[in-house]
């Protein structure tokens, strides 16, 4: 994957268009006919102190919304799901 990233930006080092070049360039103006060296670090997960100002953001209500439909449905038998997205006007195919 990183390879091919860096074949990507070499390619594009020697673009035929000035501007997509200079965008590929090192910070003193020659490329570098080696690839660079790319850190990469595992992403950690710092756990927030709680808030009670915390909002919940639309994402993370999807999420628990859709989590509770799955605990709902798993532990039913239902026969088939009609509609999950909402009707707020109550009108049929829209």
Excluded at 58 to 86: D, W
Aim: with cysteine.
């Amino acid at each position: 994957m990183i390879l091919n990233w860096l074949w990507v930006v070499n390619l594009h080092v020697g673009f035929q268009f000035q501007l997509v070049a200079d965008l590929f360039q090192d910070k003193d103006g020659v490329s570098s006919s080696k690839p660079s060296k790319v850190n990469i670090r595992a992403l950690k997960t710092v756990p927030k102190a709680p808030n009670k100002e915390h909002r919940k953001t639309v994402g993370h209500q999807f999420r628990s919304s859709l989590q509770l439909l799955m605990e709902t449905l798993n532990a039913t038998t239902p026969h088939y799901v009609r509609c999950i997205k909402p009707n707020d006007y109550k009108e049929a195919f829209s």
